[in-house]
């Protein structure tokens, strides 16, 4: 029994005893263990660790292609026309490469194919052996107006995924690249965000040829500098750096150029990516680069030395460097008089207080300093709040939230809906609110006064800054009253103080005082005055 035992142990212990290899398994090692270059190209593509950026180009088509196929993963959008090209002196083998769906078919046939195929059809002289056979193609066949070349898989990949045509010849390392994008782009629009009465009517939207298109138009300057940069390892997104040579400073040109140079990122999808990595490193709610998405602020951003940044698919550009001022004045304002400018930046000046400390001074005289109240309006204030059933300062707080909130769901909702919600949200929901002894007539008119005073802010960004801090002093007041605001205006003003955008000030011309930058801060003065000052952001604003 004993010995049966271990019999059976080391019959299940031991190793299965080898195949015979027959002739049809030898055949399928043989075909599942190719050795061919083709296969070997497939295999080292597919290793994540082997980078294709500065891999060369191979001399045979079929291997670049293979390896083409191997990064893409055999794409069924990824097509591959391999043709003959034949003439009296002899066949010549090419291929095109492109990706169905972004590269305009039209283009390929009518254009690219019909050119190449006519000039090699019609060359009155063959190959000579002095001539390498990419130059004879780029002096004699390809007479096509864009067209570049490429030595490198990195840019080859890149400009295939952005719809151009890849041409492979045989024979050369070397192949070309011409542009047939489909132009499938959204048309330019008014200005939604940033809407003037008077001025340009045209927005930015989300193709970067396009973009560059708006600016170029209204720039017509010979030092006018465009340079691009391909950011993120997976996304590959195409980024402009625009600038005016001789208007713009050196080194805050050179300094944008090392931040983005610097990026290190997976993924690139919108400017606010870029402009993240491009701020200061420093805690804050404000915007440090301005963005826009009117071709006509970037064009006058720039002839004011400053730098402006576009990212392909998005419709804002970043213009470095953001001054707080500048969130505060719209481009409507050199389109008018400049007493009528000046009143309205003043307005917006003391809206922007006003929707910032109007809840703190409210919950303040209440409940700290209700003697600095009139008699009649504090017995007033008294009389409408009586059997309200919350607090008044968790009443304000409510109330503030529940209009964050509407203008929230207003902004979410579509266009022909968002109007009409918040009509009915602001109108009807609060009036009932009030007649239901919820909250205060005096609540809802101090919050509303609030509402409209932050939607007079022009800079998009800042407004969401303002709702922010609203609440910020509102716990301010809470706690201390007047003393409360106090302190928390203290330490805004000690922070907009620290903050620098590009090593610049960032509440110049008021700290550090700046006389010539005053002509365009709170007020205005004429257009002859301010185009004799120095134009020159960096010679003007000390920093």
């Known amino acids: 029994m ?55 180009l191979y001399e045979n088509i079929d291997d670049t292609i293979a390896y083409i196929k191997a990064i893409q993963g055999n794409c069924f959008d990824l097509v591959i026309r391999s043709i003959h ?35 090699y059809r019609k060359i009155s002289k063959p190959l000579n052996t002095n001539d390498s056979v990419f130059d004879f193609f780029n ?18 990949i890149i400009t295939l995924l952005n719809g151009d045509a890849i041409i492979l010849v045989e024979g050369s390392q070397k192949c070309f690249l011409v542009d047939s994008k489909i132009k499938n782009e959204r048309a330019i629009e008014a200005p939604k965000a940033q809407v003037s009465v008077k001025g340009g ?51 805050l040109v050179e300094e944008v150029k090392t931040r983005i140079e610097g990026i290190d990122v997976e993924n690139i999808l919108d400017s606010e990516y870029v402009s993240f990595y491009l701020r200061e490193k420093q805690w804050t709610m ?29 419709p804002f550009a970043l213009v470095a460097p953001m001054l707080f001022v500048q969130g505060l004045q719209s481009l409507e304002d050199y389109y008018m008089k400049g007493y009528i400018a000046s009143f309205v930046r003043f307005t917006r000046i003391v809206a922007f207080f006003l929707g910032l400390y109007l809840p703190a001074i409210y919950i303040s005289l209440i409940y700290f300093h209700s003697e600095l109240l009139p008699i009649n309006l504090l017995l007033s204030i008294a009389g409408q709040r009586y ?15 529940f209009f964050d909130l509407l203008r929230e769901s207003g902004t979410r909702m579509p266009t022909s809906l968002g109007s009409s919600l918040s009509f009915l949200g602001a109108i009807i929901i609060g009036e009932s609110a009030v007649q239901a002894g919820l909250f ?33 002093f509102w716990g301010a007041a809470v706690i201390g009253g007047f003393y409360g605001v106090t302190l ?38 004429r257009i002859d005055k301010i185009f004799r000052r120095k134009k020159n952001i960096s010679a003007e604003y000390p920093h």
């Open 2 to 56: 004993k010995k049966s035992f271990f019999q059976a142990l080391r019959i299940l212990l031991a190793k299965p005893p080898k195949k015979k290899e027959t002739k049809e398994n030898e055949q399928h090692k043989k075909y599942t263990q190719s050795n061919s270059d083709t296969e070997k190209l497939v295999q080292m593509s597919e290793e994540p660790e082997v980078s294709y950026l500065n891999k060369p």
């Open 85 to 119: 090209l034949e003439n009296v002196w002899g066949k010549q083998r090419i291929a095109i490469i492109y990706i169905s769906g972004i590269s305009d078919k039209n283009i390929i046939d009518e254009s690219i194919l019909h050119t190449i195929t006519n000039n």
């Open 139 to 156: 002096n004699f066949i390809m007479t096509l107006s864009s067209v570049r070349n490429t030595d490198e898989f990195g840019e080859l």
């Open 201 to 251: 009517n045209e927005a930015f939207n989300e193709s970067l040829s396009t973009n560059i298109c708006l600016i170029r138009r209204r720039i017509r300057n010979s030092h006018f500098r465009i340079e691009k940069y391909i950011l993120g390892k997976k996304s590959n997104t195409s980024v402009v750096v625009m600038y005016i040579k001789g208007v713009a400073d050196e080194g």
């Open 286 to 314: 404000f915007q440090t680069i301005f963005s826009t998405e009117r071709p006509d602020s970037v064009v006058a951003s720039l002839f004011e030395g400053r730098v402006a940044i576009l990212v392909d698919g998005s």
């Open 387 to 401: 059997a309200i059933p919350f607090p008044g300062f968790l009443e304000i707080l409510l109330i503030m939230f």
């Open 440 to 472: 205060s007539s005096i609540i809802v008119i101090v919050v509303t006064i609030t509402a409209i005073c932050s939607l007079t802010i022009p800079d998009y960004f800042l407004n969401l800054t303002l709702t922010v801090l609203r609440y910020f």
């Open 488 to 525: 928390a205006s203290i330490a805004l003003l000690t922070h907009l103080c620290s903050l620098r955008s590009f090593g610049f000030n960032y509440l110049s011309p008021y700290t550090p005082f700046c006389a010539s930058g005053m002509q365009d801060s709170v007020i205005r003065t």
